[in-house]
């Protein structure tokens, strides 16, 4: 079974959509979703440095277009579930056909915005904590008044809170924590700073359309398959301000069976943990169009 996997905000990097312009088509696509929600694709994707893309607003609909690229440059792909990181679940809700492309991109432009503007009441931020038990980490962080925002499984927490709070974390680690790595994003995503970006982004969904998931959606809401394509929208929206998952996806797509997980562009994040979390799973990342070869390759395998 394929899992068809989209990473989360700080898989981007200064440049990655500049191969992908070059496919036939990729170009006029970005153009017309540059188009649709205001703002220049391309230039974030091949010109911009690390700091301009940094910027929640424009980060999660630079990750959305990417996805979303990459994967219809993989051709027909009938993948066994769908699966996305923080952002990246609305790029699998596009995949699975819950929303149309267009949709996928208006819905997350209203996320960036909603959540850069919670995100500047307070300054805060993420951190990667790796290695440690993951009861222990977290009844650290709840003790310097953090959330762990991010379970990721594979020995990774990412915890979230004030500038203050995370300072104070990269001084007192865990008990059998090796790294505190502070993460390239610009707010304390999927926690209570969040709230404000709820009620924007609940307004937002109102005008989708929704269908239902053609193939099985996994929410890291809990790592439930959802059937429902309103359900999955709901989940999105409150998403933004609530943990993440990521471990109980993965203990899902086990549970299914899977035997391989590609992770569109920017791939890396989520085969990097399923390395370690799903081990004897062939994991390949769509990082460049040069991957795509070995990417059609695998799914051709597993349908014959």
């Excluded at 977290?138 to 925002?149: I, Q, W």
């Excluded at 924007?200 to 790592?223: F, H, I, M, Q, R």
Aim: one cysteine or more; proline letters at 5%; a negative charge.
């Amino acid at each position: 079974m394929l899992v068809l996997v989209a990473p989360g905000q700080g898989a981007q990097t200064p440049g990655f959509l500049t191969p992908w312009l070059d496919l036939p088509g990729a170009a006029d696509r970005i153009a017309a979703w540059s188009d649709a929600i205001g703002l220049d694709l391309a230039h974030y994707g091949t010109k911009a440095d690390a700091d301009e893309i940094r910027d929640t607003a424009v980060a999660q609909p630079l990750l959305v277009a990417a996805g979303l690229l990459s994967a219809s440059a993989l051709g027909d792909v009938a993948p066994g579930a769908v699966a996305g990181h923080s952002v990246g679940e609305i790029t699998a809700a596009a995949l699975a056909g819950v929303i149309d492309d267009t949709s996928a991109l208006e819905l997350v432009r209203a996320r960036g915005l909603a959540m850069a503007e919670a995100a500047a009441i307070t300054r805060t931020g993420m951190s990667a904590i790796l290695g440690g038990e993951a009861d222990t980490v977290v009844a650290h962080l709840e003790k310097l008044g953090l959330t762990p925002a991010n379970v990721n499984g594979a020995g990774q927490i990412v915890a979230a809170g004030t500038a203050e709070q995370l300072a104070a974390l990269a001084e007192d680690k865990p008990e059998g924590v090796r790294r505190v790595l502070p993460l390239q994003v610009a707010g304390a995503f999927h926690t209570h700073h969040m709230a404000p970006a709820v009620a924007k982004l609940e307004e937002a969904a109102e005008a989708l359309t929704v269908s239902a998931p053609a193939v099985p959606y996994v929410s890291n809401k809990d790592g439930q398959i959802v059937a429902d394509g309103a359900d999955v929208i709901s989940r999105l929206v409150g998403q933004v301000a609530n943990p993440v998952r990521w471990d109980l996806c993965m203990e899902t797509f086990k549970e299914q069976g899977v035997t391989a997980l590609v992770e569109v562009c920017p791939g890396g994040t989520l085969t990097g943990l399923a390395k370690r979390a799903l081990p004897g799973v062939r994991t390949l990342a769509l990082k460049t169009p040069d991957d795509l070869d070995a990417a059609r390759a695998l799914v051709a395998e597993l349908s014959a």
